[in-house]
């Protein structure tokens, strides 16, 4: 059964820092999602993310997957206050219709 | 062009209640899932549906049903609710065989008292 495991779970950084969070899974898979999800909203789509050594950038947030190790990042650049949020990264099953979730990161950047 | 729709936004049921969730898709998708979402945890796969039929399931006992129209909206069912019902349930549109991503709609808050 797949797993999708995301560290840290928390993390409170300074604006302007760098910082990088991880996501690992266990079966083999070729497609991966990033979602933003602010308090008491829905999901908010960032990356798709096809094939091995894909990177894709979006202002101050760059993700890249590395099928082979199974391991995807979500990497911030100079973070701002705006990017607080809870972040999830979520996996297809190959063959499979059904994405399954990490318990997500939640991101708090101190002004 | 509207996106995933869902309604109610927010239910309040009482125990052993029943209740029927509602979800329409992204113009143009034909794939509509169903996502439980407790507080403070990731969303949890429910099932699948396509051309009117259930294509996958995840760990829900069968309390969970639901079914897709032919307009590929599409109803989540859950009946004999539980106080651990309680959750954020998300319906997500796709279009099958595309590689775009999946869009989610706002959810609908359920407490279940």
């Known amino acids: 059964e797949l797993k999708v495991e995301q560290n840290p779970l928390f993390l409170s950084m300074q604006e302007g820092k760098n910082y990088t969070i991880y996501c690992n899974y266990s079966?083999?898979?070729?497609?991966l999602y990033w979602y933003r999800q602010d308090p008491g909203k829905s999901l908010e789509s960032l990356f798709v993310l096809l094939s091995n050594g894909a990177v894709k950038q979006e202002g101050r947030l760059m993700a890249s997957l590395d099928t082979k190790a199974r391991l995807s990042t979500l990497h911030i650049t100079a973070a701002v206050h705006d990017l607080s949020a809870t972040y999830f990264c979520?996996?297809?099953?190959?063959?499979?219709?059904?994405?399954?979730f990490g318990k997500g990161t939640r991101l708090h950047i101190l002004p | 062009d509207a996106g995933v729709t869902q309604s109610p936004t927010h239910l309040i049921k009482t125990r052993g209640q029943q209740v029927t969730l509602r979800c329409s898709p992204k113009s143009g998708h034909d794939t509509v899932s169903w996502y439980q979402q407790a507080l403070g945890q990731g969303p949890q796969f429910i099932f699948q549906y396509y051309e009117e039929e259930e294509r996958q399931r995840g760990n829900f006992p069968d309390r969970f049903s639901g079914h897709q129209f032919p307009n590929y909206s599409s109803e989540l069912n859950v009946n004999a609710l539980l106080l651990g019902d309680s959750a954020l349930y998300l319906c997500?549109?796709?279009?099958?065989?595309?590689?775009?991503?999946?869009?989610f709609g706002s959810g609908t808050q359920l407490s279940v008292l």
């Open positions: 979520a996996v297809q099953e190959n063959r499979a219709d059904k994405i399954i």
């Open positions: 079966t083999t898979s070729d497609r």
């Open positions: 997500a549109s796709s279009l099958t065989g595309s590689n775009e991503k999946l869009f």
